[in-house]
């Protein structure tokens, strides 16, 4: 399967806003509307390009980690494939460095991380190290990352159009929502684009209630909503992550710089040996010399500690994939509300 510059502009323009509805994506790529939704469902059956929604992992709102596992080399496959299962680390990949394993867990709270979390890691057989660094602070998320194929016109267009399935700004934590509109995350992650009406069918309730709660949901700013390229087809098939040190009191300057830098997946302060995290996406292995000069160019005094390039993605934001970055079909998701039960 191969993508056309039409199928590339359909994504970002879902990357811009996921949820965005057909007739409108139509008036920003001049495309028949029906002719896009077909061009989509060609794209997600093919695991090429999906909508996902996940937990935030603001911290103020939740708690967020990054988790460097060592493991036996022979057990690796298995040690991967359990932690895969565990629905709280929402994306695990294998490193070509020192760290066989690094994870990204979201979890309700420092208690339930210890319980839900750290509590499996010690159970895993072959799993024989764990360091962790929790975020204090998430500045860029991989829902803000673009593939650049949309014109000036065209940008200016989707702009107008607002973004639906984003925070109206009244940020809440889980715990604040009823369980009712809880159960709604699974399907959300499984289909970001799932319509109240295909909701309420699953969950056997009215249509209208299930959109009352929909839309509290969305506007609850719990969940990011993303539009996900198979890495393979993005045209930047390598994934480095730093570790850094930055000055207390220039991270929100240094976030800054480092947004304006395309490539950048996530950045984030942290706890740990190391003070700020960052995630590209790049061209080749020799771009990582030319990102971490342009690193230290817009934070000048960013101490670059170590750096770690991925050699394969196993599971993203709660999606498992196949070899070739697509994704498998296969969403490890809570079986049901995100609650105190569970």
Not at 129 to 150: G, P
Not at 152 to 179: C, H, I, M, N
Request: charged share 20%; hydrophobic share 45%.
């Amino acid at each position: 399967m191969e993508l056309s510059e039409e199928d590339l502009a359909l994504i970002q323009v879902l990357q811009t806003s996921p949820r965005l509805g057909w007739a409108d994506a139509a008036k920003v790529l001049g495309v028949h509307a029906t002719t896009l939704a077909a061009r989509w469902e060609r794209l997600k059956s093919g695991g090429a390009a999906w909508v996902t929604a996940h937990l935030a992992g603001d911290p103020q709102q939740m708690l967020l980690a990054f988790v460097a596992v060592d493991c036996d080399m022979n057990l690796r496959d298995r040690v991967t494939a359990q932690l895969a299962a565990i629905p709280e680390i929402i994306t695990v990949e294998e490193a070509a460095s020192n760290r066989d394993l690094m994870l990204t867990v979201i979890t309700r709270s420092l208690e339930e991380f210890s319980t839900k979390v750290i509590a499996q890691l010690k159970t895993i057989e072959g799993l024989t190290k764990y360091q962790t660094a929790l975020c204090t602070r998430l500045h860029t998320s991989a829902d803000e990352w673009r593939l650049n194929i949309l014109s000036r016109a065209q940008l200016a267009t989707l702009r107008t159009l607002g973004q639906p399935g984003t925070s109206d700004g009244k940020q809440a934590v889980a715990g604040q929502l009823p369980e009712s509109h809880l159960d709604l995350l699974p399907f959300l992650a499984r289909d970001g684009r799932a319509t109240a009406a295909e909701i309420a069918r699953d969950l056997g309730r009215h249509p209208a209630t299930v959109q009352r709660q929909l839309n509290r949901v969305l506007a609850s700013g719990i969940l990011l909503f993303r539009c996900e390229i198979a890495q393979g087809y993005s045209s930047y098939p390598v994934t480095c992550q730093w570790f850094a040190n930055v000055p207390a009191g220039r991270h929100e300057e240094a976030a800054a710089a480092i947004r304006t830098i395309s490539n950048v997946r996530l950045s984030a302060s942290t706890t740990g040996p190391t003070n700020f995290v960052i995630i590209m996406w790049l061209q080749s292995l020799a771009d990582v010399m030319t990102a971490e000069l342009a690193l230290q160019q817009k934070v000048p005094g960013m101490e670059l500690v170590e750096s770690v390039v991925m050699l394969r993605t196993v599971k993203r934001v709660g999606w498992m994939l196949n070899g070739d970055t697509t994704a498998s079909g296969a969403v490890v998701v809570q079986a049901g509300a995100l609650n105190a039960a569970d």
